[in-house]
């Protein structure tokens, strides 16, 4: 436990420093953990001050008399992490908790409910930040607009609205109210930097963090992929930014998301979407293990957020921002503070998740993230195909002169060459003509009427063909 505090609250100790540790006897040391002039303390603030005092102060504390085996915290965490691991309720929890203080009278001053458990330990987590969001997705209540009331682009409250009461008036009857203070939609943020600090802070993960640099194997081994490490596009990125790349603690970071209906029920259309990062600095065998994930954020539903999605990554990439710069950091393998940088490097996903984070549409005849206007496709019926993939294949590759055996067009031999990629200025350049508004209040396009067709319409039957 007092491992666990001093990494939690960045205290840097001295190795022969007494610790609230059993022995090998089975025997507590006589004399507890507390402040002395050789403990170095990194920045305390005085409620972090307060809280370090407090957390140590129940590490300490034994769970009963006669105890040897727990203190009153590492029980609490004990059972926390069973619960966690095994998906217990809140219900359950505290029908446990009060049958062990039934069970073991001599237990004191023991949290009795899942509530005050969680008081208890909470300052050893890292929280998350509630952020209130436009219900038509327009705008977050955060930075500038953290005082807002109303939204500025649709004009809808951001509190929930509520059915009024009757009055004597008729009038006022069925009217719909604010109720100020329940946000009509929240996200949940957990902020990043606290994190990656948060992983430095362990000696061992810290060293885990370097592996990329220090564990590689040799130049003829590099030339296979068993680490992101070995991509081309790592070693592109560090050419470029070769400031970033000499620090081998810099991270480099993958964002993964995706849509689900936490409720498990097919009948319910429901639309939670989670934000994840993953640290590709972890050994291979770690980086894609769930405890290394890092949530970032929960998009709330009842629908997907579509191409506003990028109103609920703005937390995200002012954070990016600031760590492109760095931020000043403790590592607890060398013992030294240093400058915590880290990038965004690739994304993870579906197709129709990539069009929603990068804003490109995956649709339609110029659907390929790559050719762009230059996609080959080709209506057939109501359909859009893609043929002429073939190009891609080297000039001299037999397949290109099998037209037949393709769905393609007539038949043909592919004889032309794969459009160039194109390049990070090109597509900013594209972009800076998009004005995108975000938000659903848009007016939604007309039904058009069974049995009435305009100009327009006819005009499309032409050209289609149908």
């Not at 004191?108 to 330990?121: A, H």
């Not at 059915?163 to 949940?188: E, F, H, I, L, W």
């Not at 600090?197 to 640099?213: F, L, P, V």
């Amino acid at each position: 436990m007092g491992g666990l505090l001093r990494s939690a609250f960045s205290v840097n100790v001295p190795p022969n420093f007494p610790t609230f540790e059993a022995r090998e006897d089975g025997e507590w040391y006589e004399e507890p953990v507390s402040y002395d002039t050789d403990v170095q303390y990194d920045d305390f603030t005085i409620e972090e001050d307060a809280t370090y005092k407090k957390l140590l102060q129940a590490s300490e504390e034994k769970l009963y008399e006669g105890c040897i085996n727990f203190s009153k915290l590492s029980f609490l965490l004990h059972l926390f992490h069973l619960k966690c691991m095994h998906h217990w309720s809140i219900e359950s929890f505290n029908m446990l908790l009060k049958l062990i203080l039934d069970a073991f009278p001599q237990i004191l001053d023991f949290p009795s409910s899942y509530y005050y458990s969680k008081k208890m330990i909470k300052d050893l987590g890292l929280g998350y930040e509630k952020i209130d969001a436009c219900p038509n997705d327009c705008m977050l209540y955060w930075g500038e607009f953290l005082e807002k009331d109303k939204c500025h682009v649709c004009g809808k409250s951001r509190w929930k609205t509520t059915k009024g009461k009757k009055s004597d008036d008729v009038s006022d009857q069925g009217t719909n109210t604010c109720k100020k203070g329940v946000p009509a939609k929240v996200m949940r943020y957990f902020p990043l930097i606290p994190r990656l600090k948060r992983i430095y802070m362990s000696s061992e993960t810290a060293e885990n963090m370097r592996w990329h640099d220090t564990e590689r194997l040799g130049e003829d081994d590099k030339k296979i992929l068993r680490h992101p490490s070995d991509a081309i596009a790592w070693k592109a990125f560090d050419e470029r930014y070769t400031d970033f790349a000499l620090d081998p603690r810099s991270v480099r970071l993958g964002l993964a998301s995706d849509g689900f209906n936490p409720y498990r029920l097919m009948n319910t259309t429901y639309s939670t979407w989670p934000v994840v990062l993953i640290p590709y600095n972890l050994p291979p065998w770690l980086c894609m293990k769930p405890s290394s994930f890092i949530l970032s954020t929960l998009i709330p539903g009842k629908a997907s957020p579509g191409n506003d999605i990028g109103v609920y990554l703005q937390p995200l990439v002012h954070e990016l921002k600031l760590l492109w710069g760095g931020v000043e950091a403790f590592d607890a393998f060398d013992g030294v503070k240093f400058n915590l940088r880290a990038a965004l490097l690739w994304t993870i996903n579906d197709f129709p998740s990539y069009a929603m984070l990068s804003g490109l549409s995956t649709k339609g005849y110029n659907a390929c993230p790559i050719c762009m206007d230059s996609t080959p496709s080709d209506r057939f019926g109501n359909k859009i195909c893609y043929c002429s993939y073939r190009k891609w294949l080297p000039a001299d590759h037999p397949y290109r002169r099998q037209g037949v055996k393709f769905c393609e067009k007539f038949g043909t031999n592919e004889l032309g060459e794969a459009p160039s990629r194109p390049s990070g200025t090109d597509i900013l350049r594209q972009q800076e003509k998009v004005e995108y508004v975000y938000g659903k209040s848009k007016a939604p396009p007309k039904k058009r009427q069974r049995g009435h067709t305009d100009n327009n319409d006819v005009q499309d039957e032409i050209v289609f063909g149908t």
